[in-house]
């Protein structure tokens, strides 16, 4: 039998799907007798993060490299076994499997679906409610408003690891990365962590974030996004061994470790589970100025995934970024020396350094390129190449459990917009403008606007320690 | 994890994996070139030559590794004050922290190199060492001088002591504090003035961070009675296992276990009277 994962807002609020859903973490929250329990609902919220203490296998979710996909595929696998035999054991549906929550399409669909909005269900308390969301969440007066650019770019990747990748850098195991984050960890996974949760929210925070039920549905999402990818002819998953064959523990239906690798989780038919078939992948248009070049392309089919190549630096900023929720523009001088002629090969990439914070302020940058102002033909901000958003920034340089601390970094390509300049003569030996415009929940009507005003304004800071250019041969 | 990907782990972490650059790759070199000469003792050995009031008789094993050595042997050492002998100890001092501690640095340094302009490789390198070394140098003196103050014929009562100094900062939080920041970078700017003091403030600041993480190590080896060059490749492989670790904290406890049966070791054999 293969359990069929159903997008929630398909569903009647009264669906089994959802009725069970809620019992079951009522169940699982009322588990707190044992605190050695991994079938209770804070203890499997604790193997992804937990601030203070430590269990067996807490504060081990995967985070910026390239096992983020995998291991949360585990993670929901094992978490969805454990619901449903709660589900099963009450005389629930056998068939219960996970709902996804598709924010994608915008609009109604990308407010917060109904049955986690309210604190109070037929009269007694709704396990799925949480108060810390963001503000216009649990009343249905913002939503998300992922950005189909971003997400095109994303699904669009033409391999699963490397720099500004699908699935994120070849970097070892660690909680909390400090290695390269996968387009699709980025957008749409981070930045709809930061804009449920909102400033001090659950899911803006790691430590926090799996205690919030709808966590699941969006991971759910993020899953299904990674099957979308690999329907494209051509994409397909890490074919090294250091990827395929990482084991993770995680705790079984039973409450007993049990390990699993990447490469038994490939694919979902055989872990016994869909996502609903009558609803298909979205498509998404290649974002054409940003298309890299198709040798570069054809090179990376070539390496099956894993590029190793000799990144250079070409031109970067000079000083720190500080952000508190205003837009900021910064110049980026191009070295002529190092730049050079700009061969069709060449990819080139926009790297954010060191992000360092004490808190996720929720917000979510989106990062645009220019060239001079005076050569650049369209308007300001045409180029958009990809967002930051800081979910994790509290533990990268801080980190809970026993692991190191890094700064936070993301990589955007800008090949397409290089080769443009340099086609100009506008590259080497002049600069390029990125500007950094702060983006969060979108109100539904004009008038709920003020209610989707975050408590805290300007924002907590955030410091960007450099944003550089570099070369890449693909 | 197959056999092919665990054979890369600690060359990848070294930072000589995915892009091992020429500037790092002259660092090991100079680390190579330090071992030889600590392992050989062609130094003290030179040195002794060129001291006719030392007997050439005495020049073997014991000089290698070998602070007090070191300070003794520099012609004229005798005749100073504390401050004399402390720093006739500095070559000697120097040569170690190049063989022991600039291992561990090889990540933030092929950091530095990576994320410089090409042209300035070897230069931002050059500025991050000697920021780097300058708080080793820095932390030398202030041990040599002790050790010169110190009396020399309780050699293993300032073992003992030393390892259960050590032991308790590896269990502590501090060092912890320390080891993190061992993992952080602070950020480097491409040209000019700013590039120069940009890869020099993060040489303090990592050895900064070195230094208050391992300080109580270099302590044993530099009270270690005898078998130092033994000490000194044992203490350095330790450190870099800390550095290098993805558990830092375990990793510290089991180091703490194992300098403190070394305490317990060190204090019977003091009570013993041996």
Redesign the interface.
Known sequence: MAFVRKDIWTLEPDDPTITWYRHAVRVMKKRTKDPSDATSWAYQAAIHGIPRGSEPLWNECQHEQWYFLPWHRMYLLRFEEIVRTVIVADDGPEDWALPYWNYIPGGKEATLPLPFRDAEVDGSENPLYVKERAPGMNSGHGFIDVDSELLSIAMNAPAFVGRSRFGGGDH???HHGGGRTGLVEQTPHNEVHGEIGGPGGWMNDPDKAAKDPIFWLHHANIDRLWECWKETRGHHDPD???WT???FELFDAKGDPSSLVPEAIEDTRVLGYEYDPTMPCETFEPPAPLRPSRLGVAAEARGGGVL?T???????????IELVGESVTVEIPI?A??AGELSPEQHVYLNT??IEGEQNPGTVYYVYVDGPPDVVSEKPGAHLVGSLSFFGIERS??PHG??????LRFAAEITGIAQELAARGEWGGHSIYVSLKPQTLKPTRPEHADELEGPEHPDRPITI??I?VFYDAA | ??W??RL??VP??LGLW??PTAPVLAIVGLVLAAWVVLGTGSVPMAMAMASAASPTASVGPLWLCDLSSGMAMTPGAGTGGPVAVALAGMPMWSLMALAMMLPAALPAASHVA??????RRWRAVSEFLAGYLALWLGFGAVVLLGLAALPTDRAVILLAAALGVATAWEISPAKQWAL?RC??????????W?ASVGATRFGVFHGGACVASCWPLMLVMAVAPSARLAWCAGLAGLGLAEKLT?????RARRLGALLGVGFVLAAVAVALGI
Request: charged share 35%; aromatic share 0%; proline share 11%.
């Open positions: 070892e195991p660690s090294d061994s250091g064959g990482q084991s190793h000799k990144p250079h630096l070409v031109g970067a900023t000079s000083k720190p070295e020396r190092e350094e060191n340089v801080d026993d692991t190191n601390p890094h700064g320690g450099r550089s | 994890m197959s092919r990907a890369r782990v990848r972490r995915d892009q990576v994320n410089s302009l090409r042209r993190r993992h952080r970078a602070t950020p480097l700017p491409p040209s000019g700013r993805l558990k830092p904290r375990r």
